[in-house]
Structure formats: C-alpha cells, structure tokens
C-alpha cells in the first residue's frame, strides 16, 4: 500500500505562486503526477515524473508549473507560477509502482490518490 499526503495549497492573487508537496509513505513508487479537479469538471492531469527523471506536464502549464521530485525521500513538487484564476482547483497527488518509460495521463493508471488539497486564485 502507499499513502499520499498533499500540502501548499492556498489563497493566491492571479499572477503569483504557490508550490505544492507531497509525500509517499509505505512503499517505493515509480511514477508519481499531479491532478487537478474544478467544480463541475473531470478531473485532469496537470504534470507526472517518472523515476529515471522523465516528465511530462500538460500544455495549459507548460511554461508556469514544474514537477520535481525527490526520489530518496519519495516526495514529490509542483511549482506553480504565473497562476491564474483557471488553475483553480482541488489538486491532488496520484502514484503507481509500476514503471512506465513515459508518464501515463489517465486517472485510471493511477491507482494510489492523496486527499487533495485547494488552490484557489483570486483575479
């Protein structure tokens, strides 16, 4: 089993940043990725790092977010810049222990889930 806790989210002013983290705990994971869910929406991928160090983040965050993560202390990061009022969310950290060589996207390939924690930007 592994276990996920999410913390950093916040209150933020459009245009500023905030940096999430979360931390596994029960096992070794493989890949670890970020999702995020609104009011109302699917919830989608926002950014995944692979163990070997390959990432992957979608096109509404390239450039403003970046995931890195710390593989010997199984924590994983998301740096997020530039907010805007779209990037609120609830944002939650998902894991898997079986390798990909690339970063999956889908909800469904990540079987472990963290409880989520709240960003939201104010315009």
């Known amino acids: 089993q592994v276990q996920l806790v999410e913390s950093g989210g916040g209150l933020v002013q459009a245009g500023g940043s905030l940096r999430l983290s979360c931390a596994a705990s029960g096992r070794s994971v493989s890949i670890m990725g970020w999702f995020r869910q609104a009011p109302g929406k699917e919830r989608e991928f926002v950014a995944g790092m692979t163990w070997s160090g390959n990432t992957d983040h979608a096109e509404s965050v390239k450039g403003r977010f970046t995931i890195s993560r710390d593989n010997a202390k199984n924590t994983m990061s998301l740096q997020m810049n530039s907010l805007s009022p779209e990037d609120t969310a609830v944002y939650y950290c998902?894991?898997?222990?079986?390798?990909?060589?690339?970063?999956?996207?889908?909800?469904?390939?990540?079987?472990?889930w963290g409880q989520g924690t709240q960003v939201t930007v104010s315009s």
């Open positions: 998902a894991a898997r222990y079986t390798g990909r060589m690339t970063v999956p996207r889908a909800v469904n390939e990540y079987p472990y």
